[in-house]
């Protein structure tokens, strides 16, 4: 397979001007329709968004209430009595969850409250992605956990909709963070002995904006996630014309003539294009950032991240690539490919929303839009780039790598023993 | 022994070989003659198991190749008509992407990539990437890709199609040298009569994907041992002219080339100073009379009434 590989690699390489063009050609473009339709949109492009019904079984003031008289009758002294009531007062655990929520993630989530019965009924008809329940004594609970280390658990329940489990599993990993920082808060608290550092923990997970005109750069952001994630799907299609030329050249007849099975054959060119589009997306994303000044300062995180989001989505390229491989090969003809590249890459690249977010899209759009490897990609993207964690991403990069593991099976399958004509 | 039954290979609108039966003996080099479109790619491929015929079989040594492709495919090296090769590398870098997926790997490749070079006579110029190389040197590198896993059948499809003399004599000593020295055994497609003529010790002929004549050089031309072959140069068109000699008893064919007619008599009854009466009652003045010995272009000649290059 290396060997494969490295022939692949060598021929790219001595075509410098291809090279170029493959590498360079995207950002030329993003530049030019981002400036274009720079002015179209403004405020934050969101991406993905997730419909939270929150149904309330809390009673908040009475929590604190309580809790404030739990904490009189126990025998400290009252400085601390007090110190502890007006912590109480300020970590109030459920206006944090919702303020989280309300504010934080506003780009996200819309929250709408409502009963039991109601939120039920509306998951069923779609209508939301998920609920959130607030459990009875959720405030009571919770302050007595963080504040008096009483060992009682209050447990939010997510309840998920089937038809938006990408949705609900983000919501859920950003929850899962809420809760674990109320705990870690209550580590520090007990620490200090004070409460009052409750606007910590937030930060914690969710980046401050730091970039002042956000709106005007943010859709720059945008084109660039979305061209990188379009002209990767360019780089699959640039290996089945070269995999068309071999089969005029009557090579791909030598190599089936030495016995040796297509995998190696599909797997070197897959790698090939793995390569290149890590490579691809890299300087897309690096000249944006310097030149462009288009990305939200360097964090390592953040970084970490969008390389993993990318490697991911390299390898999902990388079966494309083969599968267009395969194709070109069983067929003797590149039409297949060139459909690939000459159509369907914009339909997807419409779809997973590379032009305009996918937002204003009935819904079966935005289902389907959501399926496709680069629209998830290009919400891993958003979500690596906002801060998010890393949990919150990681059943896109599984989708991306299964996909792959099925577009690559497929395309072993369908790979000739013998020339096609 | 490589054997075809009833091979036959039929396209959307076309029959591209027509039942073909043939047969290759080990240490033996046949040659397979015909024009463009006969259908001689078409019939290799399906011999070196690249192409799936429509009806009929292959066999090597009785075995079925064509349900069992990897029995033979081990053996047989495979010259393409196109030269099979990646015109952005080396001809090193080619030869040994080819032998390292033929599994050949560390001393024995080096040794069996500058073997192959050297025996295609290109060793010196080897780090040359092979875009840059002359048509020659691009079929003895595609050549030389062929022999490097030592196949026992060596199969090639018109090896020296539009190269110079030199190269082609290059090729087609290396191929004899090879049949005869190192028991290759040798399928040769050419629509070159004296390539095959030299290297070949049978020979197919092959016309509108059916093989019409078989032999040895020998036997074929002497299906014309009654006839001879007259070619005339003539200065004018000679319309009139080739009715008059095709009405002569004598003639048993007339066809006409670049620059006049081409009889086919029979032998010993020419009556040569008849034909001249004839053209200079009809106007025509001879340039020049050539009067053959049957070869293979005439054999063709005789059974299609074409040549075999136009
Ligand atoms: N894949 C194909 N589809 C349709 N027709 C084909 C195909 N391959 C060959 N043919 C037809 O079959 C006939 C025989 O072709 P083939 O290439 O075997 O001839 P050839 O003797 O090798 O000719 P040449 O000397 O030009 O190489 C031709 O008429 C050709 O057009
Ligand atoms: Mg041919």
Redesign the interface.
Known sequence: ML??LM?DL??LW??RSELLIIFLMPFVLMTILGFALNGVMSGSPGVITIDVAIVEKDQHEEGIQQFNEAVSSQSIPTQAQEALMQAAQQLSPNALLKNLINEELSDIVTLTEMTEDEANQQLAEQEIDTVLLIPEDFTYDTLQNMLLGEEVTSTITIRKGEHAHFESDIFQNIMEQFTDTMTVESAVAKVSGRGDSSDVEIESFVQEETVTDRDSVSSMEYYTIGMAVMFAFFISATMASKAYTEV????V????????HPI?FLLGKGAAVIIMAVIQINILFILSTFILQSFQPFSLSIWLTTLLVTLCYATTIGAIGSLLVALTIKYGSNSISDAFAGGFVSVLALLGGSFIPTDGFPAIFQTIGNWTPNGMALRSYMLANQGMPIDSIVPYLFSLLAIAVVIFSISIMIFP???S? | MLETHDLRKAFKKKVAVDDVNLYLKEGESVGLLGPNGAGKSTLI?MI?????PTSGIVTWNGQDIIKQ??HI??I?G?V???????K??SAY?NVK??G????LRGKKLEEKIQEVLELVGLKDRQKE?VNNYSGGMQRRINLA?ALL?EPEILIMDEPTVGIDPQSRNYILEMVKKLNEEKGITVLYTSHYMEEVEKLCDRIYIMDHGKVIATGTKDELTGILSSEETIQLELDQSPQIFKKLLEEQENVLKVTEWEKGLTLIVSKNNRKLAHIFQLAEQEKVSIISVDVKVPSLEDVFLHLTGRRLRD
């Open positions: 060997d494969f022939k060598k021929i001595r075509d005029n050249q009557q090579v007849d030598r190599m089936m003539l030495t016995g040796i190696y023993q013998r020339r004509k | 491929s070196s198991t690249l192409v799936k492709p990897n495919r081990p047989l495979v393409p008509q196109e030269i099979a090769l990646y952005e590398l870098e992407f080819f390292k997926i033929y599994r990437v890709v896993h």
